[in-house]
């Protein structure tokens, strides 16, 4: 599923990474690649941009930037 | 010989702070080439020799943001003797990311684990003799914030820099990633020392433009290693890019499991919880709402106002003013010369240096803001409604802080790092009506309206409107289209920041703008007041008594035409409105000394019959519009300068915002008239062609581009 539609606290692991150009590269560098766990905290009060943990640090991305990531919902507390 | 280190890290893993340690006060702050991006050198303190350069804050060195292209430039080309690679200790996994690139270089890397304090203080463990094995350079705990392990910070970079020992990078890729790259090495990059190879040779697997721009690579060639890409890229079924990012974090993750122990995993941090609270869905936007009102209150309301009030009223009406007078009649001073330097020079500068006080009270405050933690919040809330204007979320702050005075409004854009929506912030903050402008709003209201309630909230309405179809015009233009820069921003950690380091970016803020006044806004001035106290008077060069004998006078009725179909085609309004050039309050005054009347209360009063005689409501609201859009005082313009860096961006921000003014006020002139008395004329179908086009720029569809340019960088840096 995108991770834009994923619930506010499930945990996820990331398995494609789309997008290009500037985007694609500044979400890689960021540490968003394949096979990382991923959960979104929170959204912002007018429903984005969205809070996201990964890697242990908090980051923000819009909506539709979000679109472009897709992810598997897994079991787990968050993290 | 001079030894150059340069200074790089992630953004927030205290960079500013360490820089400001190992340096003290030998610091020079300007910007890098042709950019606007802020370059900080300075030398390290007790050694006269060393030059350290505070490079942009950057996650990677790839090519697509302008710190990044800055930064890597200069490491590329200038090659420096050291690179000290500061990382957040709190957060080695994303930090290292850097790390790893900057360690391909070839140059010697020395690696500082800051906050360590707070590692140590969680409980983590962080196996520094490890780390430095694995990494293979030399690594140091610090704390930047307690003044920790600098000393010895500064003595390692300083000793790799003397010994030349270049960093062999310890990770290699795996195997068919490092068999191309060993290819590309063969093919192109043979004539380049040894050192340097690895890391262009991994740029060029990941097709980098600038870089085989750079290296000048024949077509042939080219096409021979996207062969051996293409061929790795089917070989791992991934695309080149995403192959070498995830050869590089699954080589951290590596590294942090053999020197990283963390048992804090899964509490709640203090950061965690505060954002609960700040950034929580129903909160954020009522605590958002009080932190904005608490910085306007206090830097344009009390203190600050308070601080101005006394500097202009006290400081310079009643103490400085009558010295200088007193002190130049002692010497016999000529009275020309004596106007000139009381009247002009101290009651010009002194008008916006007046405003110092002020904005240091909100630099100190944006500092603080920022620092803490809480500007990249301010960004995560409000992005939503500014980015759909062309703007930034954090645009809203200059255009709070503008409607006291424009000049810290746009000072404020600073903290906006992408350049597009930085310029189109500055451009467009001092359309929202300024502390300055509301003697005229009460002059026009109170002259031609009856003092109506209505027209100081329709005078924010105008300049709100202004600021929403120039957002949406000018992103559909050439120079601001293509698709906007990724919002992709770090929520850094909440932390309390030193008062050393807030005073010393409040005080760099401040300088700067001092500086500015001492030089153009000094000329404007000068060059204002003769303009109105000389003129030809009986065909002889003489000072006038009467401004209206003055050449400004002769100017205000040459371009007075050209306001005539804005509906004040009088010289007395044409010469106020470049009064108000100098600070926009003197509109009123200048009314005042023009029809006849040596001193006007604030809002004009006396000359209220007077005005009203020779405007009608129509052309008095249009003048109004304006003056309230066109370009602001010398002071605003000198802070845009400042902040633009570029003397075709500032002329570009006036001119727009005084075309765009003139185009307004033309539209409400014309069209107000044809509803009122139904005239109709040349004048009516010039504004409905306004509109039209206005309408138009509005609705047209954005021009779309692929990439996010980064041209106007030199290459040679």
């Known amino acids: ?79 | 010989m001079l030894v150059k280190i340069a200074l790089a890290g992630n953004p927030n893993s205290g960079k500013t702070t360490l820089f400001n340690a190992l340096t003290g006060s030998n610091q020079f702050v300007g910007n890098w080439p042709g950019v606007t991006v802020e370059k900080k050198e300075g030398k390290l303190k007790n050694h006269k020799d060393v030059i350290i350069t505070d490079l942009p804050g950057i996650y990677s060195l790839s090519p697509y943001t302008l710190e990044e292209v800055v930064a890597r430039n200069y490491l590329i080309n200038e090659r420096p003797d050291a690179i000290l690679n500061i990382i957040d200790g709190t957060n080695l996994e994303r930090n290292l990311y850097l790390t790893t690139q900057l360690i391909e270089l070839g140059i010697p890397v020395v690696v500082a684990v800051n906050m360590m304090d707070v590692v140590n203080k969680n409980g983590d463990k962080i196996n520094i003799k490890q780390l430095s094995k694995v990494l293979g350079c030399e690594v140091v705990e610090i704390s930047a914030l307690k003044s920790t392990g600098i000393a010895e910070a500064a003595q390692a970079a300083l000793k790799a820099a003397r010994e030349k020992k270049e960093v062999v990078p310890q990770h290699s890729f795996s195997g068919s990633v490092e068999h191309t790259i060993a290819h590309i090495e063969e093919a192109v990059l043979h004539d380049l020392p040894e050192q340097q190879q690895r890391w262009y040779a991994i740029k060029l697997f990941e097709r980098d433009e600038k870089i085989i721009e750079k290296l000048k690579i024949d077509v042939k060639t080219l096409s021979h290693i996207e062969q051996d890409i293409a061929k790795c890229e089917s070989e791992l079924d991934d695309d080149a890019e995403s192959i070498i990012t995830n050869e590089r974090y699954s080589y951290i993750a590596s590294v942090i499991g053999s020197c990283y122990t963390k048992i804090s995993k899964g509490k709640l941090t203090t950061t965690d919880k505060i954002d609960r609270i700040v950034t929580n869905r129903w909160l954020a936007l009522p605590i958002f709402a009080v932190i904005m009102f608490l910085v306007y209150y206090v830097s344009v309301t009390t203190v600050g106002a308070f601080l101005t009030d006394w500097t202009n009223d006290v400081l310079f009406a009643e103490w400085v003013a009558p010295a200088a007078a007193a002190g130049l009649e002692a010497i016999g001073c000529a009275a020309w010369l004596q106007g000139l330097i009381v009247d002009g020079i101290i009651g010009g500068v002194g008008a916006v240096l007046g405003f110092v006080p002020q904005m240091l009270v909100l630099f100190l405050l944006l500092a603080f803001l920022e620092a803490c933690g809480y500007m990249a919040r301010i960004a995560f809330i409000m992005d939503r409604i500014f980015r759909k204007f062309g703007l930034s979320g954090k645009s809203f702050i200059p255009m709070l802080i503008g409607s006291g005075c424009g000049v810290p409004g746009i000072m404020a854009s600073r903290t906006i790092e992408n350049d597009r929506d930085r310029k189109m912030t500055i451009i467009t903050t001092t359309f929202i009506p300024c502390g300055a402008k509301l003697p005229i709003i009460a002059l026009i209201a109170g002259a031609l309206f009856d003092g109506a309630s209505w027209v100081a909230p329709s005078a924010y309405f105008v300049g709100v409107a202004a600021i929403i179809i120039s957002g949406i015009i000018l992103k559909k233009t050439k120079i601001f289209s293509g698709n906007p820069a990724p919002f992709v921003m770090e929520l850094p950690a909440y932390h309390m920041p030193t008062l050393g380091n807030l005073l010393r970016s409040m005080w760099e803020r401040g300088w700067s703008f001092i500086k500015k006044a001492g030089t153009i806004i000094l000329l404007s001035t000068i060059v204002i007041w003769f303009a109105s106290n000389f003129g030809i008077v009986d065909g002889k060069f003489a000072m006038v008594e009467d401004l209206g004998q003055g050449f400004l006078a002769s100017i205000g009725s040459l371009i007075a035409p050209v306001f005539a179909p804005l509906g004040f085609g009088n010289w007395q309004a044409a010469v106020a409105a470049i009064t108000g050039l100098v600070a926009k309050e003197n509109v009123v005054g200048t009314f005042g000394v023009l029809f006849g009347f040596a001193e006007v209360a604030e809002d004009g009063s006396e000359i209220w019959g007077t005005l009203a005689a020779s405007f009608t409501a129509i052309s008095a609201y249009a003048f109004l519009v304006f003056n309230l859009i066109c370009a602001p005082c010398f002071a605003a313009i000198g802070a845009i300068k400042r902040e633009m860096n570029s003397a075709k961006w500032t002329w570009f921000a006036i001119g727009y915002q005084t075309v765009f003014a003139y185009a307004l006020s033309l539209c409400v002139y014309q069209i107000g008239t044809l509803i009122i008395d139904g005239t109709f004329g040349i004048g009516t179908v010039v504004a409905f062609v306004i509109v039209a086009l206005l309408l138009f720029a509005l609705f047209k569809p954005y021009k779309q581009s692929i990439s996010l340019k980064t041209k106007g960088v030199p290459q040679g840096m």
């Not at chain 1, 590269?25 to 984005?48: E, F, N, W, Y």
């Not at chain 1, 969205?50 to 990531?69: G, N, P, Q, S, V």
């Open chain 1, 1 to 79: 599923m995108k991770l834009s539609n994923l619930p506010i606290g499930r945990n996820a692991v990331i398995t494609k990474v789309g997008g290009e150009g500037a985007l694609r590269c500044r979400l890689l560098d960021m540490g968003i690649i394949p096979k990382t766990r991923i959960v979104i905290r929170s959204v912002a009060p007018l429903g984005d941009p969205i809070e996201i943990r990964i890697r242990d640090y908090t980051l923000t991305l819009r909506m539709e930037d979000a679109e472009k990531i897709e992810v598997d919902p897994i079991e787990g507390e968050a993290l």
